[in-house]
């Protein structure tokens, strides 16, 4: 069964730093990843979606990478916003595209 | 807004008692999948439904149980309710064969049970 740990599990950072958000996976075979924003109390946002031929994504400030070999993914977020606190989660699938979660990131940016 | 609804928004039952969440989703989808998340937790995959057939379940009692119809709208009915059920239960559609299978996410429902 795939495990996905993120790291770290809370981060703070002052308004304007470039920081980056870990996650990794027990189970190499995946086929993509993941990365969505959670807001308190709501539902998920996809970010990024990593399919395994590719390393990397890039969506404005964000830019996601991929590492099948060692099992970890980073999403990185420059020139960081206060707009941009909420949780960060990764999602690895199985072949049934069903997903497997981590247990989040909760970013805090202090304007 | 992902196009996915999920109904009701909130709901309070007993333990013991019988609950149905609904979802509807994203046109074209064929596939919806359903998650529970528990505070402070990644949600966990409960089951997945394509094309009206169960397609994968994750480590959850037979209790939970599903649906999806022809329109691919769905339903996640749980009976026999336990106070751990008391969670935020989220489901999320995707177009399975598309080759970028990214899945989009309803607001989720959330359910206490006391």
């Known amino acids: 069964k795939q495990e996905v740990t993120q790291i770290p599990a809370a981060l703070s950072v002052p308004e304007g730093e470039n920081l980056v958000l870990n996650c990794s996976f027990t189970d190499s075979a995946i086929y993509n990843l993941q990365w969505f924003r959670q807001d308190p109390g709501k539902g998920l946002t996809s970010l990024l979606l990593?399919?395994?031929?590719?390393r990397e994504q890039t969506s404005g400030r964000l830019n996601a990478s991929l590492d099948k070999s060692s099992g970890r993914s980073t999403l990185y977020i420059a020139a960081s916003q206060p707009g941009d606190s909420a949780t960060y989660l990764c999602?690895?699938?199985?072949?049934?595209?069903?997903?497997?979660f981590g247990t989040g990131t909760s970013l805090t940016v202090i304007p | 807004e992902t196009g996915v609804t999920q109904s009701p928004t909130h709901l309070i039952k007993t333990r013991g008692q019988q609950v149905t969440l609904r979802c509807s989703s994203q046109s074209g989808h064929n596939t919806v999948s359903w998650y529970q998340q528990a505070l402070g937790q990644g949600p966990q995959f409960i089951f997945q439904y394509y094309r009206e057939e169960e397609n994968g379940r994750g480590n959850f009692p037979p209790r939970f149980s599903g649906l999806q119809f022809p329109n691919y709208s769905s339903e996640l009915n749980v009976n026999a309710l336990e106070l751990d059920d008391s969670a935020l239960y989220l489901c999320a559609s995707s177009l399975v064969g598309s080759g970028a299978e990214t899945q989009y996410f309803g607001p989720g429902t959330r359910l206490l049970v006391l």
């Open positions: 990593i399919q395994s031929s590719q």
């Open positions: 999602a690895a699938p199985n072949t049934g595209n069903q997903f497997y």
